[in-house]
């Protein structure tokens, strides 16, 4: 009897590749799906791949050529929405940008890149999820709920030996699915997370001289006492994990999470600690470390003047719409127009909807040179990564001929090559 072919839920970042589908069933129902992979299994597709000129259906070669007319008509081509693409398509997106001169960005908002600039910064210190799996004796959810957003999480990562499970301690605003499986729950306002994780900081520092604790606890506020009581532990893990979320969406400063980031290295001093961020940012991470291996810089990338350059926000996709600063736009999204458009501020949606789109797309747009795009695991095969950096292969599910992205990316590349040599 053949056994069920294991497949890839791309259903969040944590990108289970324990998922057993029987293909030559007929319903094809996933085994071992949380709700997400549930709902990202039964995602309708098409049964034929088309491509759209004007709105026009058109063949893929057609497409191509007009994908590569607008691009190098523009003077200042912009490239974003790479979070949505496979590794693979993503490399080709870069290549593009190159011989385009053009703007690359990983996402088509600001919203969240603070995480970036902690990291640049001041590092991180991190693990997969097999470390702290069989290494964690703590872990700390900091102001996020791993049941909703990634709910295999906890399974992934506690070992089945009844000895070796792991202490759970759920930082947060609000109870939440998380807290209810936690050994302890702080309740603490988000307003004032940044000014907790100062006094744990402080606290720790001041870890090995007793004697000036012991002077202090009678005049700690509520929140250092909240502190005091976190902070013990903290220092008494042999191996601790710290998971959070995004505390703030501010574009370019986070005080929780460049704390977090300085929390982690005191921590280090005393006992082991590693930080993982809970991404629900699509395949942005991949994104990211493409472009940083391709340019050196991890995102908002202009090439402009023949070489890679970057300067923090002022080449991100939303300030040169903001701008007007770019004449065409290719983009990829899972999402529809509508929901694409209204996450830009309004000065950045009005220039995105009148210059020249190419779109990369699973739902039908607006755009000049639409191709629609198949779904990661489902009807398109490449490579992507999970929140911890691991590189997963994503196989599809569909055996059907659909083209993939970084094979329509490659067409205009070439395509923009065999131009420049006429």
């Not at 009581?229 to 893990?237: D, P, Q, T, Y």
């Not at 940083?292 to 719409?321: C, K, T």
């Amino acid at each position: 009897m053949q056994k069920p072919e294991k497949f890839v839920c791309a259903g969040c970042t944590l990108l289970c590749d324990d998922i057993e589908i029987d293909t030559r069933a007929d319903d094809r129902r996933p085994k071992n799906t949380c709700t997400l992979g549930n709902r990202y299994f039964a995602q309708p597709t098409p049964p034929t791949q088309t491509h759209l000129i004007d709105g026009t259906a058109a063949t893929l070669e057609q497409a191509v050529k007009a994908a590569a007319e607008l691009l190098r008509k523009s003077k200042s081509p912009l490239i974003c929405g790479l979070d949505h693409l496979s590794t693979e398509a993503q490399q080709a997106t870069w290549k593009i940008a190159d011989i385009a001169g053009a703007t690359v960005d990983t996402t088509l908002t600001n919203s969240g890149r603070s995480s970036l600039f902690s990291l640049q910064k001041i590092g991180k210190v991190t693990a997969t999820l097999g470390e702290i799996k069989s290494r964690s004796d703590l872990v700390v959810f900091w102001f996020c709920d791993p049941e909703i957003t990634h709910p295999r999480l906890l399974e992934r990562i506690n070992s089945k030996t009844p000895d070796r499970l792991h202490r759970i301690i759920v930082v947060d605003d609000r109870e939440t699915a998380t807290t209810k499986l936690a050994n302890r729950f702080i309740k603490v306002p988000r307003e004032n997370a940044a000014e907790l994780l100062v006094h744990v900081r402080n606290q720790i520092a001041q870890h090995g001289n007793t004697q000036a604790l012991k002077s202090e606890l009678d005049t700690l506020s509520a929140i250092e006492n909240t502190a005091n009581g976190l902070v013990k532990e903290l220092v008494n893990a042999q191996y601790g994990s710290i998971f959070f979320g995004q505390v703030t969406k501010h574009s370019r400063f986070d005080l929780a999470g460049d704390s977090m980031a300085r929390l982690i290295r005191s921590l280090n001093d005393v006992t082991r600690f590693v930080s993982l961020k809970l991404r629900s940012d699509k395949n942005a991470q991949s994104a990211e470390n493409v472009l940083a291996w391709s340019s050196g810089f991890p995102f908002a990338v202009n090439h402009n003047l023949g070489y890679p350059r970057q300067n923090g926000l002022e080449f991100s996709a939303e300030s040169m719409l903001g701008r007007r600063q770019c004449d065409a736009i290719l983009h990829a999204s899972h999402l529809s127009e509508t929901e694409l458009v209204e996450q830009l501020p309004a000065s950045a949606r009005a220039h995105f909807q009148v210059i020249p789109r190419i779109a990369f797309s699973t739902q039908t747009t607006a755009a000049n040179v639409h191709f629609q795009m198949g779904i990661p695991g489902i009807n398109e095969s490449g490579e992507h990564c999970r929140m911890d950096n691991v590189s997963m292969p994503l196989k599809k599910l569909h055996p059907d001929d659909w083209i993939p992205a970084e094979t329509i990316l490659d067409k205009i590349r070439q395509e923009l090559i065999a131009h420049s040599q006429i």
